[in-house]
């Protein structure tokens, strides 16, 4: 297929996500030009990778939705993933995408698809876990504290990242390998982004910026909550959830190239 008739066919599809409000402007053009690189270095599997975590992770989001706004979780009325929402989780892919048409190599085969199982590992364990009937427990305070604080985990929150991983893990390796070598991708691939998710979750407890509101006394991400500006808890102002999604993605997608390698 042409480029333009698929960058076409692309911008249709990224059109429709941004009037069902699972992106904003900037996302889609983000999503677009991400999506263009993807299908030029990977060809349609490394595209259908990329949309089955996109997909999935959206809908996730709108999944009980309700009771996330009363458990305050949702801050304002979402109206989808942004520009630096999308390179925050697809920016793996974008920089795999990138290097593989300028130096062609396996390696970044693994990138891709270690960065978006750690994507998929983190925002299916955010969007499920939340849900959880008892309170998340913080692993380096040692104590239960309210649902969506960063460093905190639930059973319910580690099995839908583990479940995230392995369905990108699953994916890719029957997209793109066979035999033995497949069950060796599938296995590095979801270790890879299960354990990528683990360092987002120490990182989001130790140094990420979080806030405290002067109204409802809860733990936030966001500088503004409940109509008024919040108190600085802890964190750098660099380390945003943004910068620590991807870092963890970047990390999980090397582990699994390196890996890979190495086996």
């Given at each position: 297929?042409g480029w333009?008739?698929f960058?076409?066919?692309?911008?249709?599809?990224?059109?429709?996500?941004?009037?069902?409000?699972?992106?904003?402007?900037?996302g889609a053009f983000?999503s677009?030009?991400?999506?263009?690189?993807?299908?030029?270095?990977?060809?349609?599997?490394?595209l259908s990778?990329?949309l089955l975590f996109f997909?999935s992770?959206?809908?996730l989001s709108k999944?009980?939705?309700v009771k996330k706004?009363?458990?305050?979780t949702i801050?304002?009325e979402?109206?989808?993933?942004?520009?630096g929402?999308?390179?925050a989780n697809?920016g793996?892919?974008?920089?795999?995408?990138a290097?593989?048409?300028?130096?062609?190599?396996?390696?970044?085969?693994?990138?891709l698809?270690?960065?978006?199982?750690?994507?998929a590992?983190?925002?299916w364990a955010?969007?499920?876990?939340v849900?959880?009937?008892?309170?998340?427990y913080?692993?380096?305070?040692r104590?239960?504290v309210e649902r969506?604080?960063s460093g905190?985990?639930?059973?319910?929150?580690?099995t839908?990242?583990a479940l995230?991983?392995?369905?990108i893990?699953?994916?890719?390796a029957m997209?793109f390998?066979?035999?033995?070598r497949?069950?060796?991708?599938?296995?590095?691939?979801?270790i890879?982004g299960?354990f990528g998710?683990?360092?987002?979750?120490l990182?989001?407890g130790?140094?990420q910026?979080?806030?405290r509101c002067k109204?409802?006394?809860?733990?936030?991400?966001?500088?503004?909550?409940?109509g008024v500006k919040?108190?600085k808890?802890?964190?750098?102002?660099?380390?945003?959830?943004n910068?620590v999604n991807?870092?963890?993605?970047a990390?999980?997608?090397l582990?699994a190239?390196v890996?890979?390698?190495?086996?």
């Open positions: 297929m333009i008739v960058g076409i066919i692309l911008g249709c599809f990224v059109f429709a996500s941004f009037k069902l409000k699972m992106l904003t402007l900037s983000a677009w030009g991400m999506g263009m690189v993807v299908y030029g270095a990977f060809g349609f599997n490394g990778v990329l997909i992770s959206s809908l999944w009980g939705k706004q009363q458990m305050r801050v304002k979402s109206k989808g993933r942004d520009a929402q999308v390179f697809g793996g892919a974008f920089f795999a995408g290097g593989y048409l300028m130096f062609p190599h396996p390696f970044w085969l693994l990138l698809l270690g960065s978006l199982a750690e994507a590992a983190d925002t955010s969007e499920v876990g849900l959880s009937r008892a309170k998340p913080h692993i380096l305070r104590q239960r969506g604080i905190a985990v639930s059973p319910l929150g580690l839908a990242a995230g991983s392995f369905v893990s699953v994916a890719g997209l390998f066979h035999g033995p497949a069950f060796i991708v599938f296995l590095a691939v979801g890879a299960f998710n683990v360092l987002d979750t990182i989001g130790t140094i910026l979080s806030y109204v409802c006394g809860i733990e936030v991400e966001e500088a503004d909550h409940c919040c108190s808890l802890k964190g750098s102002p660099a380390v945003t959830n910068a991807f870092v963890s993605s990390a999980a997608g582990a190239g890996l890979i390698l190495w086996l």
